[in-house]
């Protein structure tokens, strides 16, 4: 089974800066994709930003930008001008395009935005 | 009601009662999944139901009993629960099978129900 890991347990960025999420994957499979979810405290899970594998462009989302480097394995997601509301559990997670619909997940990076 | 929603939000039970968590899904998906999240761990996929059939059973105990009786509701019965399976019940759903210019079958998740097994 594919695995994500998120080695950073605990991330803190000061308002108006920039922060770099790091995820890093393991596969075999050349076709699959990469999201980044937001679970703020108490509030639902949503989809932050997406990256199909054979798209050599970054994805982009407002302030959200990742860093895709596919022979690497990484998928780092950058929140630039930090906002209180950027506050939350963030998740990486991955799909294969054909072994069905399982996602894995990441054990998640705990964000603290600093006023 | 828009999205996924779950019910209850929070469920206190002990270990010799049943209880059953309720999704519903408003997007019009054909795939429904429970997952489990516990603290400093990853989301823990438990059931799929692809056009209301399961597909995934992730060796989950059978004190987890799964039902979905449409492609809009899944159900999750609980009985006999030990403290350890407290934790954060999150239901999903996702569009599978054609996927459209632009999708990306991600998958939508409901607000969760938080569960205390006493």
């Known amino acids: 089974a594919q695995t994500v890991t998120q080695s950073q347990p605990e991330m803190s960025v000061q308002e108006a800066e920039t922060v770099t999420l790091s995820c890093t994957y393991d596969?075999?499979?050349?076709?699959?994709?990469l999201f980044w979810y937001k679970q703020p405290p108490s509030r639902q899970m949503i989809l932050v930003i997406r990256?199909?594998?054979?798209?050599?462009q970054n994805a982009t989302e407002n302030r959200f930008s990742v860093n895709f480097q596919k022979a690497a394995k990484s998928f780092s997601l950058k929140i630039s001008d930090s906002q209180l509301g950027d506050a939350a559990m963030y998740f990486c997670?991955?799909?294969?395009?054909?072994?069905?619909?399982?996602?894995?997940f990441g054990t998640g990076t705990s964000l603290t935005v600093i006023p | 009601e828009t999205g996924v929603t779950q019910t209850p939000r929070h469920l206190v039970m002990g270990m010799t009662n049943k209880k059953s968590l309720k999704c519903e899904q408003h997007?019009?998906?054909?795939?429904m999944y429970w997952y489990k999240q516990s603290a400093k761990k990853p989301l823990e996929l438990m059931f799929v139901?692809?056009?209301?059939?399961?597909?995934e059973n992730n060796s989950v105990p059978s004190r987890f009993s799964p039902e979905c009786p449409n492609s809009s509701h899944l159900f999750l019965h609980l009985h006999t629960l030990q403290p350890e399976d407290s934790a954060l019940y999150l239901c999903?759903?996702?569009?599978?099978?054609?996927?459209?210019?632009?999708?990306?079958?991600?998958?939508?998740f409901g607000p969760g129900t938080r569960l205390t097994v006493l």
């Open positions: 990256q199909e594998a054979y798209k050599q």
């Open positions: 139901y692809n056009f209301k059939e399961q597909t």
């Open positions: 997670a991955y799909r294969s395009d054909s072994t069905g619909n399982q996602f894995y």
């Open positions: 596969t075999s499979e050349s076709d699959y994709y």
């Open positions: 999903a759903s996702s569009q599978e099978g054609i996927i459209l210019a632009g999708a990306y079958n991600e998958q939508f």
């Open positions: 997007l019009g998906h054909n795939a």
